[in-house]
């Protein structure tokens, strides 16, 4: 049979058995993949940048917002938390997916595809599986590079801090070395395309970096993008912008609310990378550990159309 028409199949099969509404209601089934159907479902997508939400040991969303992302964690024994109230949307071109070693679905949650290997739980049986359920191997075979040596320069200890001001725009010369700098409210820092060694990036609430042209930004500590503060590729691609970060100091990075980033930030070393309620993504983030938060205590907005929320049994 066809791979095409053994998946499309196999998901008629478990639309039927889900609803309820066939003459085995009640009994547990088990339904085998073939090799051929499991090759059809492989993960969609191999370069870390197309996917929203990397950690390379754990990630956790939410709760009670809507997921318009995918979520993959890299490592064997590695989990993916998606909390209560989480609606993840179905996504275009590629689907919206959730890979994790381990993974957790909080209650009344809804996701499209998962990929897992170890285990698949979730809150009091009250969630939603609307797409595949795939048996996947780990680690993930995405393909994530080694960290730029050029983030231990040692150039950046002694390096001058640069601080830009309220309503002040600065365009500093590609090449260049920088210690920390810091972008206030109000404030703007245009860099030019090539590459930039700062020993820690800080965007203030409302302050805005928009790179012009291809963009490498190598940090020794950590990414600061402030409430409301806009960092973006103005080409509105978001492979134009890179931060290459290597958290010395214990340092973290994180991304405030409602802040808009077009780019990528690459943080493997980082324990406890923060992304806050409502940030407009257009790229991703890696980091050991990622959290994206949600709206504790009240519900998402009401996807169309509202999901049915039911079990999901895995597909073995």
């Known amino acids: 049979m066809p791979r095409a028409h053994a998946t499309g199949l196999i ?4 639309a039927i058995f889900m609803s309820g509404r066939h003459p085995f209601a009640g009994w547990v089934f088990t339904l085998t993949l073939s090799a051929a159907a499991q090759a059809a479902a492989a993960l969609p997508v191999s370069d870390w940048r197309d996917v929203e939400f990397v950690g390379m040991e754990a990630v956790t969303v939410g709760p009670a917002f809507n997921l318009e992302a995918s979520v993959a964690v ?7 938390t998606i909390s209560a109230d989480v609606f993840q949307g179905n996504g275009a071109p590629t689907d919206n997916f959730i890979a994790a070693d381990n993974v957790n679905i909080g209650n009344r949650t809804s996701v499209k595809d998962v990929f897992y290997r170890s285990s698949l739980s979730g809150g009091a049986g009250s969630y939603r599986i609307r797409g595949s359920l795939i048996r996947e191997s780990f680690p ?16 950046m200890d002694s390096a001058p801090d640069m601080v830009i001001d309220t309503s002040q725009i600065f ?3 590609a090449g260049g070395c920088i210690g920390d700098l810091t972008v206030r409210a109000g404030g703007l820092i245009r860099l030019v395309t090539g590459s930039y060694r700062i020993r820690s990036v800080r965007i203030q609430q409302r302050g805005r970096l928009d790179a012009l042209g291809p963009v490498n930004v190598y940090v020794k500590r950590a990414v600061d ?6 960092v973006s590729a103005t080409s509105g691609n978001s492979r134009d912008l ?3 970060v290597r958290n010395d100091s214990n340092s973290t990075c994180q991304i405030g609310q409602d802040a808009r980033l077009t780019g990528h930030v690459f943080a493997p070393n980082d324990v406890n990378l923060l992304v806050g309620q409502d940030v407009a993504l257009k790229g991703s983030v890696l980091g050991r550990i990622v959290h994206k938060r949600g709206h504790h205590g009240a519900p998402p907005p009401t996807p169309s159309p509202t999901p049915a929320y039911s079990s999901h049994r895995p597909v073995k």
């Open 11 to 14: 998901d008629a099969m478990r």
């Open 74 to 80: 890299v490592s064997v024994g590695g989990s993916a």
């Open 140 to 155: 993930l075979d995405l393909d994530i590079p080694a960290l730029p040596s050029q983030t231990n320069d040692p150039c």
């Open 171 to 173: 365009n500093p010369p």
């Open 225 to 230: 993008i402030g409430d409301d503060a806009v």
């Open 242 to 244: 890179v931060f290459w």
